[in-house]
């Protein structure tokens, strides 16, 4: 999996994540995420729109950075939601932890 | 007529790239499967190999095997392996952790993802049998 940083309005970081978010990927995430919040950017969109797979280990690499921004006074949301996330969010009771925002400018409003 | 499907290696985390091309073989060998059914299929499986990739013993050393078959009604998957230790199923039975837990929804999300789900240890392998019902297959049949 690919992980494209971007940011918007100086200290939104874009996460655009490219491929399959599976337990060889999540750790990447996990560091990527704690990465950015330690550079004093805790607002984060995670992109999963070029997510084709997600599992439990992505899933908790989620809410791992779910915890890092809000501890940080941040948030983390997510956008790009595919069937396959989606299904797995509902199955885990996740979708109104990490709801699934149409778009990254849907996601960042507010901040 | 049943589509067969195997493999076999060692259970490392490169092997789940493996697994999820041989669903990409099954896509577009059967573009009738509804893409939810093979989706949550392919869904249960990496979850369950994952397990033997993370808890498997010896680290590094167990052997799997996996066999797929498409019916016209349900997908069937067998996923052998050499661990030395019984898996811990206790989070089946136990439910979902709290929202904000990292881990321990693996298996749990792999059984709510089939129709039936069974392991079985028989001498030294772990043997899990994974059966999906096929989205339609009745007004099909």
């Known amino acids: 999996m690919e992980i494209e940083k971007s940011y918007q309005d100086g200290d939104v970081a874009v996460l655009r994540l490219v491929g399959r978010l599976n337990m060889v990927a999540a750790p990447r995430l996990k560091s990527d995420i704690d990465q950015t919040v330690a550079e004093g950017r805790p607002r984060i969109v995670v992109d999963l729109s070029e997510v084709s797979f997600m599992d439990s280990s992505g899933l908790g690499a989620l809410i791992a950075g779910l915890k890092k921004s809000r501890q940080a006074s941040g948030d983390l949301r997510i956008t790009g939601v595919t069937q396959q996330v989606a299904t797995v969010l509902q199955l885990t009771n996740l979708d109104k932890v990490l709801r699934a925002h149409p778009s990254v400018e849907a996601a960042t409003d507010g901040w | ?141």
């Open chain 2, 1 to 141: 007529m049943a589509g067969d499907y195997a493999l076999r290696g060692l259970a490392v985390p490169e092997s789940l790239d493996r697994l999820h091309e041989l669903f990409e073989r099954v896509r577009t060998d059967w573009p009738d499967i509804d893409e939810v059914d093979l989706s949550m299929f392919e869904t249960a499986i990496v979850e369950i190999h994952g397990n033997v990739v993370e808890h498997g013993h010896p680290p590094g050393q167990v052997i799997y095997a996996f066999e797929l078959e498409v019916h016209p009604d349900r997908i069937v998957g067998v996923l052998a392996d050499t661990g030395s230790a019984v898996p811990d199923l206790s989070s089946i039975d136990e439910g979902l952790p709290d929202d904000l837990a990292e881990n321990g929804r693996g298996l749990w999300l792999a059984k709510a993802t089939l129709d039936e789900l069974d392991y079985v240890r028989v001498g030294d392998r772990n043997t899990w049998r994974l059966v999906r019902n096929r989205t339609g297959a009745t007004t099909r049949a």
